[in-house]
């Protein structure tokens, strides 16, 4: 947001800071009232006005005199995830933050934001959608439209709204296509694309991008539409205090047949059509940065093949299931049901 289109001096009066919140682009309608160092002083709405001017105050007097203190706002160099959930809880949709002098260095707007996570994203786009062909024949399967835009597009825009803004894209087959869709931001951000030389599997990838901004990294397939609640997922994984988190689907077995429950080959009971659950892999991973380092250079490495060393290792790899939508768009059935969803705009409101 720009900064100076919601702050004001202190000794601005009461009629200009009507004034100023009457040009206000969009309904967050609060003014953030700072000394003449820039230093956060307090907080000033149309309603505080409206009750000054009921209570006596005139529109020549200074905004100090009606100003709300303390002020909410984040404070320190990063922002607690927990804390944006109870002022998100409180209706307090206009938060700034500020540095260790006092001054605001961003506001945000929770209108527009649902959560500012401090992770880096990683989006899988390599993969040829040989299953969907002839539609990805000049098309990689992650631009492919879905609704009125393109699969991919979903993706980087709920994360945006997370507060993801270190997004990567790695790319193989048709990289140009990918290349320049993301010329121009997606949501506000610029996606970064990096190519693979080769096939380097779902993992294998990460060792290309040059910087992590953060100690949490979000990997997903770029295919993938779903209402997964991100900020949910990455509490799960700081409360568990996971190494790596694994995102999954229900997958139900049904058994046409009686099952034998056996004891060597002696029959104890039998199960009648049984239904077994399960958890399967979604393709959606959080890991601590720091475990990046058992991935090999030069070798083609999956999530299995991670999953399996770290592990070994002694890491803690956990699950979160998602509620709600979730769909692999493999096949001409997935990407037909993925047009139905979209075309009654049912079961995908991603956060």
Not at 78 to 95: G, Q, W, Y
Not at 106 to 123: K, M, T
Not at 277 to 303: C, H, S, V
């Amino acid at each position: 947001m720009n900064i100076k289109n919601y702050t004001i001096d202190n000794r601005s009066t009461v009629l200009e800071a009507l004034r100023q919140l009457n040009n206000l682009p969009g309904t967050a309608m609060t003014l953030f009232v700072c000394d003449a160092e820039g230093a956060l002083l307090g907080s000033l709405t149309d309603g505080d006005i409206r009750r000054s001017l009921i209570g006596g105050h005139q529109l020549s007097d200074p905004v100090d005199s009606i100003m709300h203190r303390p002020c909410v706002a984040f404070r320190g160099d990063t922002v607690n995830v927990a804390d944006v959930k109870r002022l998100r809880s409180k209706r307090i949709t206009l938060v700034p933050h500020v540095d260790g002098s006092g001054k605001i260095v961003n506001i945000y707007d929770f209108n527009q934001l649902h959560s500012l996570l401090p992770i880096d994203a990683v989006l899988m786009a390599g993969g040829k959608g040989e299953r969907l062909r002839p539609l990805t024949l000049d098309t990689p399967k992650p631009l492919l439209k879905v609704g009125d835009r393109c699969i991919i597009d979903y993706n980087i825009e709920a994360l945006a709204r997370n507060g993801i803004n270190h997004i990567s894209v790695t790319t193989n087959y048709l990289a140009e296509k990918l290349e320049e869709h993301f010329a121009q931001p997606v949501a506000g951000v610029k996606v970064n694309c990096v190519k693979e030389p080769y096939r380097m599997g779902t993992i294998g990838s990460l060792t290309l991008i040059e910087k992590f901004h953060n100690d949490t990294i979000l990997l997903m397939n770029s295919d993938l539409l779903t209402s997964i609640c991100f900020e949910d997922f990455y509490m799960a994984h700081v409360d568990d205090d996971a190494d790596m988190t694994v995102a999954s689907v229900p997958y139900m077995v049904s058994v046409p047949y009686g099952i034998f429950v056996l004891e060597g080959n002696r029959i104890l009971d039998v199960e009648e059509k049984p239904t077994y659950n399960y958890y399967a892999n979604a393709g959606i991973y959080l890991i601590k940065r720091r475990w990046l380092d058992i991935i090999p250079r030069g070798e083609y490495f999956d999530a299995t093949h991670f999953m399996d060393a770290m592990i070994k290792k002694g890491g803690k790899v956990t699950h979160f299931p998602i509620e709600g939508t979730w769909i692999d768009i493999g096949s001409p059935n997935d990407f037909k049901h993925a047009q139905d969803l979209m075309k009654h705009r049912k079961g995908l409101n991603q956060i």
